[in-house]
């Protein structure tokens, strides 16, 4: 333990007592300083650790008002040979406070019976052999304080704390009692220059609050969690994202869920998985430290002038594929892949990000089953069984998600764009057909699927809508991501022995990300959108009013579909 | 309270019944507080199941109340000293088949999950062993049969259940799951018959289409969608649905910690500490004592040969 952090001694309250209800101390005699300090190394020094803590405020402020008059105690003591540093007596207080005191009234002579009764107990519970132990033998003691013969008058952090102490004992009648060297000191001892604090002392008397690490520069993101900002580092430069964690709704304390996440995060250790710099507390807010992604993939899918090839689609999705296996390999669903957590920096390198809604699969014995919340997953990436209702799902969750990723990858907009679970669930079996026997044979279990049991026969129309979109071997790897039985989905390590990775062109990472003009996250996204839209809207207002004074002269904006804007994303869950 | 009024008063609470737990288990107690007019109570549950302008939502949450009223009744008499002697048991349960078939009306068996997981929970309430209808249950396409397979490929529709076909079983709750489970294969029937026999739809499809849940009260046709509507979900009703399941399956979980501790002892007890990690770790199968044994002998072995002069 640092010097810095040690715990000062002696309760506070102790003092008070000392002042209001106690005339001056009796003069102790020099037997007692060896046996006190040997009471304190085996006992006191243990039970005032404990206490520490809570009296280290106390300490320091009353510290404060009294530093001059402290100082002339230490350099006063300059020339002591031994004994025990003084806070020994605020331990010796703190001892004795903690049983019936003596009035005043008691005969002066009490302490040393007193003492000599209790301490054998005190060596029986805690084995210390004898009185005569000198305190500078015991290694690895909480406070063993300077030894007996320790550089005297030398100014430490361990006879800090006792500031206050000195001041009340001294102030009562400095020389007369509660000092060891008391009659040493003798007197008024004469007025010696202040001491200089050094640094390291000086850090439980003055705090100077450092200017913030992490200087915000942007809104990045927004969810149900909270926001994420763009941040960078004063001292490193680098930048960060920051996502802080929204407590106001919280009425029971820090979020167990954001603990979850947070447990999570830290056991990740994988170049295409986020991994977590380091928790922040400021201004009564928590912080979550990222390192900085300058987009995301659905940010980047929007860029009107960017074209991915080929070989770049592959470059992004086998890390996402990468990421996911890790994940799955430690048994951790994901439980909300979407475009937009899957950050991308500027070559293109790919991190799985957001773990709010993650968990770790449990461990069952035979005949168990999982248990999961069914409220899972943005609804566009959803998978049917879970719009089905099931409770009792695995890692193939995630890659239903992925496969509609790697669609959007050639596509551009998300393939099954639901308003609800219904809705979504129409989508999916409107594009991939109502799902025959085999195709998935145990979803007449599932839980909703009495209430949402297609009443017709749909034919798919995925090959038809998909295939001249997409490449041969990444159209055959959609298909088998996003097959209706979670049983018969690829696992992420299947797809990624797939020959869509073996075949040319293979991947390559995107270079020319470097050159993209700004940042692309969907957060940034919408907001250009919500800006064209009203764009537009004014315009078509604009146009309706001139339209009445040139009702002849239509102009054209009024033909604009709305269909142009996409809409603003899937809802957020949860 | 006279008859009358709780009667009244009951059947107002099950006409707006939500399946939050705290709702169910009030209603349960209103009920066996008042279960000198069982009589009365009991027929207003019969009542309000009949009534044709009751959701299927309320229906389904009504069976989910009925769970809990067995549970709790069966509670409050097992207490010592209680002077409750098992109130609504004996009448709800003879008569449980007939209230499944009032849940699961025709051939609409949307609620069929929820209620078999309540009759799993009232099988456990009244120590009926049902584990081999459970199974049963959950492997329905193996149960068709040679007949009705050739019914289906002859396009004929599933003969209507009745409980009149049911009087063999002694346990009525056998019988509830005999009927449960003739309805789960009904539906696996019509749906097979489906799949055989319609044709399939090339282009899109409305989502109305697809689910054929009625259309928002806005068809033409008001006076049959108002008949129909004790038969068909809306798309609202769905998700209200789903949005209730999700409730009480979190409501279910808030539970799982709960242990069933004497009422004098607030410490955990060795015994609970032995059984939970006893349930908690499988047998050790013969492959891993094998392979454990196999390294204790390395290990020794080892030991062994690190000392200079022979042991033993």
């Excluded at chain 1, 803590?53 to 510290?63: E, F, L, P, W």
């Excluded at chain 1, 941040?231 to 167990?256: C, D, H, M, Q, W």
């Excluded at chain 1, 773990?355 to 035979?366: C, E, I, K, P, Q």
Aim: proline residues 6%.
């Amino acid at each position: 333990m640092s010097e810095k952090y040690r715990p000062p001694s002696g309760p506070r309250s102790t003092r008070g007592f000392n002042d209001d209800k106690r005339g001056p101390r009796p003069p102790i005699s020099s037997n007692n300083n060896s046996s006190r300090g040997n009471y304190k190394q085996s006992y006191g020094g243990r039970d005032s650790y404990a206490q520490g803590g809570s009296r280290y405020y106390d300490d320091r402020d009353s510290y404060r008002g009294s530093g001059s008059e402290r100082m002339d105690y230490y350099s006063s003591g300059r020339g002591r040979p031994s004994g025990p540093p003084n806070y020994r007596n605020s331990d010796r207080d703190f001892y004795r406070s903690s049983y019936k005191r003596p009035y005043p009234s008691e005969p002066k002579g009490f302490r040393g019976p007193e003492s000599s009764r209790k301490r054998p107990d005190r060596k029986d519970n805690y084995g210390t052999p004898s009185a005569s132990t000198s305190s500078g033998e015991r290694p690895g003691a909480y406070k063993s304080g300077p030894p007996e013969g320790a550089g005297p008058g030398k100014i430490s952090l361990n006879n800090l704390p006792k500031g206050p102490r000195v001041y009340h004992n001294g102030g009562r009648g400095r020389g007369r009692g509660g000092f060891p060297r008391g009659d040493r000191m003798g007197g008024r001892p004469a007025p010696k220059p202040i001491v200089k604090l050094t640094k390291a002392q000086t850090y439980s008397i003055q705090f100077s609050k450092a200017a913030e690490v992490y200087k915000r520069v942007q809104q990045v993101g927004e969810g149900t969690y909270g926001k994420v900002y763009k941040a960078r580092n004063t001292i490193t430069k680098e930048y960060v994202a920051l996502k802080k964690l929204r407590l106001e709704s919280e009425r029971e304390g820090f979020p167990i869920t954001a603990m979850r996440e947070i447990k999570l995060l830290q056991s990740f250790d994988h170049e295409n998985v986020v991994g977590l710099l380091e928790m922040m507390v400021e201004h009564n807010q928590i912080y979550m430290i990222f390192d900085y992604m300058d987009h995301d993939l659905t940010g980047l899918l929007t860029h009107p002038d960017l074209k991915l090839a080929e070989s770049h689609k592959k470059f992004i999705f086998k890390q996402l594929l990468e990421g996911l296996n890790y994940l799955h390999k430690r048994r951790v669903i994901h439980r909300d892949i979407k475009g937009s957590n899957i950050l991308l920096d500027s070559i293109g390198r790919l991190k799985i990000a957001d773990f709010g809604l993650a968990r770790t699969m449990s461990v069952l014995n035979d005949g168990e089953t999982p248990d999961y919340t069914n409220r899972v997953i943005t609804i566009w990436y959803r998978p049917p069984e879970l719009l089905l209702g099931s409770t009792v799902y695995g890692r193939e969750v995630d890659v239903w998600g992925v496969g509609c990723l790697l669609i959007e990858l050639y596509t551009r907009t998300a393939a099954f764009q639901g308003f609800d679970e219904v809705g979504q669930l129409h989508k999916i079996f409107n594009l991939m057909g109502t799902p025959s026997l085999e195709d998935w044979p145990d979803i007449e279990n599932l839980p909703w699927f009495e209430m949402l049991k297609p009443k017709i026969n749909k034919s798919s129309s995925f090959e038809k809508e998909y295939r001249p979109v997409m490449s041969e071997h990444s159209f055959d790897l959609a298909e088998k991501l996003l097959k209706f039985s979670p049983e018969k989905r690829l696992t992420a390590e299947e797809a990624l022995s797939h020959p869509y990775f073996t075949e040319e062109p293979r991947e390559e990472p995107l270079t020319f990300l470097k050159d993209v003009k700004g940042e692309w996250h969907e957060f940034e996204t919408k907001k250009r959108r919500r800006k064209e839209r009203k764009r537009l809207q004014e315009a078509k207002l604009a146009n309706a009013q001139s339209s009445v004074v040139q009702t002849n002269n239509e102009v054209s904006l009024q033909s604009v579909p709305d269909s142009v804007i996409a809409p603003d994303g899937p809802k957020e869950q949860q | 309270m006279d008859s009358f009024e709780a009667t009244t008063q009951f059947s107002q609470m099950l006409r707006n019944i939500t399946p939050v737990m705290q709702n169910l288990t009030r209603a349960a107690h209103f009920a066996i507080k008042n279960h000198e007019q069982e009589d009365y109570l009991f027929h207003s549950i019969i009542e309000v199941l009949d009534d044709p302008n009751t959701e299927l939502n309320t229906k389904s949450t009504i069976f989910q109340f009925i769970e809990v009223l067995m549970h709790e009744a069966f509670q409050v008499s097992q207490q010592p000293k209680s002077h409750y002697s098992y109130p609504y048991i004996h009448t709800l349960k003879s008569s449980l088949p007939n209230i499944l078939l009032k849940v699961l009306p025709g051939a609409n068996n949307s609620s069929l999950h929820n209620v078999y997981n309540s009759l799993k929970n009232i099988s456990k309430t009244c120590k009926t062993a049902y584990e081999e209808y459970d199974n049963k249950y959950s492997s329905i396409n193996t149960l068709l049969s040679e007949a009705e397979l050739e019914n289906i490929d002859a396009n004929i529709p599933y003969p209507d259940i009745k409980i009149e076909d049911e009087i063999n079983a002694t346990d009525p709750v056998i019988t509830t799951w005999d009927l449960l489970i003739k309805k789960k294969k009904q539906s696996q029937y019509e749906r097979l018959r489906l799949l055989k026999h319609h044709k399939v739809v090339e282009g899109s499809v409305s989502e109305e289409d697809m689910f054929s849940f009625q259309p928002n009260k806005t068809t033409k046709d008001q006076a049959d969608a108002s008949s129909n509507a004790a038969l068909v979900f809306t798309k609202k009703q769905i998700l209200m649905r789903m949005e209730d399941d999700r409730e009480s399956h979190k409501r279910s979980k808030e539970n799982l910690w709960v242990v069933n501790r004497p009422k004098d002892s607030n410490s955990l007890t060795e015994d609970e500490f032995l059984v939970y990690y006893w349930n908690k770790f499988g047998n050790v199968t013969e492959e891993e004592d094998k392979s454990f044994r196999e390294s204790l002998n390395d290990l020794n072995a080892m030991v062994a040969q690190s000392y200079k002069d022979k042991q033993f």
